[in-house]
């Protein structure tokens, strides 16, 4: 089976398409001129793709289609209840829902905020109990923003589930989204002069939990790689076995396999580029035991963004601020596309 | 009737249509009549900072002021980016 690639750009969505080996791939393209598509995805429920588009005149918002990207509808009435002095300032990454919650949406965005929606994106509602939780006063934007950014299910358990907010770090609910508990343990703020492990405040780049085994989950941070088998009760660092930094954004996962894990590490924080003058794919088929190089492109200087990565049961995708997007399959790497505007999101799906 | 003119990714916005003929008594009345009012306005219903708004040629910044018969609005987006 071929894969269909949704590439979230400064500069538009592109749909990619790849052959049964992941060897040869098609784009089309650029759709939704004119917005900065922060991420796109296809619902595996019904086909509806939806792209959390966004333009520095006109805000942030959704669009979604129902043919393939011929033609699109925008949401309406996305935006922050008065009361909050909060206004929405841009979408950054939405989530089909659980399979057993057909039309139902979770979508992330800036300033730190969650919305929910039931009607496959026509209204949205904002979660209340993360716009008002206990700790927001502890809550810091990074580079990207105040942004919440990741959104990961649990597929046997439609009530639980995972957001990361920057930085703000991990919150978990087991009530389908009334309450959001602090995920962070073991998880540093590396940044910080003291009280490097506070209950929040960390900088999460990216959380995946695992499709195949419940309460495993993944993390790359501003302060290393993580891996949890207790739901995000506690975390454990990943980074000191192979791996040449413990600062990166991307992170991908093996559906097959929950002990394999991809990430791009990048020099440091000050310095984001990709290690050794070189784009590296770093692979961990043990959980985090060991990594194991995988060369991309040399010399590169390049950075893969925190949507910069997806993956389906056949490969692992990377897409480059500098408009490159490789395919790793097996080991090998391919050039899928090159040239493209500053890639910013890449999903995966299996046709 | 006023007459309100879109650019180019907002006309795009409401299906193609740049031109739209409305019965508005005031400037805030004629852009929330918009498809694309969720563009122009955000959930306050002010005017986007980077979204400039001319009547017959001036700049609008009073949304509240009465729209005469004939009334010519434009929408201009800021110039930013890159």
């Known amino acids: 089976m071929g894969v269909q690639l949704l590439v979230g750009t400064r500069k538009g969505l592109f749909i990619i398409r790849g052959d049964d080996e992941r060897r040869s791939f098609e784009v089309e393209g650029p759709f ?54 909060l206004k929405l300032a841009s979408t950054w990454h939405l989530e089909p829902g659980h399979a057993s919650q057909p039309g139902t949406l979770w979508l992330g965005g800036e300033p730190a905020v969650l919305f929910r929606s039931d009607d496959s994106g026509a209204t949205w509602k904002v979660n209340e109990a993360v716009l008002e939780h206990e700790t927001r006063d502890r809550w810091e934007p990074g580079a990207g923003g105040l942004i919440t950014h990741s959104i ?200 | 009737m006023a007459v309100v003119l879109l650019p180019g990714l907002l006309a795009t916005e409401a299906g193609g249509q740049q031109r739209f003929e409305l019965d508005a008594a005031t400037l805030l009345d004629a852009l929330r009549a918009l498809p694309v009012a969720a563009l122009v306005l955000d959930e306050r219903g002010e005017v986007r900072p980077l979204v400039h708004v001319y009547v017959d040629g001036e700049r609008a910044r009073d949304l509240a002021a009465a729209l005469a018969p004939g009334a010519r609005v434009r929408i201009v987006a800021a110039i930013a980016g890159g």
């Not at chain 1, 900065?36 to 019904?46: E, G, L, Y």
């Not at chain 1, 959704?62 to 002095?85: I, K, M, N, Q, Y």
């Open chain 1, 152 to 351: 990961t299910l649990d597929r046997e358990d439609a009530k639980r589930l995972w957001i990361g907010i920057s930085a703000a770090g991990v919150f978990r609910t087991t009530d389908g989204g009334a309450s959001w508990e602090p995920a962070n343990q073991g998880t540093e703020a590396c940044f910080l002069p003291e009280d490097r492990f506070p209950a929040v405040g960390q900088c999460v780049h990216k959380v995946l939990s695992h499709p195949g085994r419940p309460g495993r989950l993944w993390q790359q941070n501003h302060c290393g790689v993580y891996r949890s088998d207790d739901s995000g009760e506690s975390w454990e660092r990943l980074d000191r076995n192979g791996l040449p930094s413990g600062f990166g954004f991307g992170l991908a996962l093996d559906p097959s396999d929950p002990d394999t894990a991809f990430v791009i590490p990048e020099e440091s924080a000050e310095n984001r580029v990709t290690c050794d003058a070189r784009i590296g794919i770093y692979r961990t088929t043990d959980a985090g035991a060991s990594w194991k190089l995988i060369v991309a492109q040399e010399p590169a200087w390049a950075a893969v963004l925190r949507e910069g990565m997806g993956f389906d049961d056949e490969a692992v995708y990377a897409g480059t601020q500098s408009g490159f997007l490789y395919a790793l399959r097996d080991g090998q790497v391919v050039e899928a596309a090159r040239h493209l505007p500053p890639i910013l999101s890449v999903e995966a799906a299996t046709l």
């Open chain 1, 32 to 85: 939704l001129k004119g917005w900065t598509i922060n991420h796109a995805v296809s619902d595996p429920r019904d086909g509806a793709l939806y792209a959390c588009s966004n333009n520095w005149v006109y805000g942030g918002t959704v669009h979604r289609s129902d043919d393939g990207g011929a033609t699109w509808e925008r949401s309406e009435g996305l935006g922050l209840p008065e009361e909050s002095e």
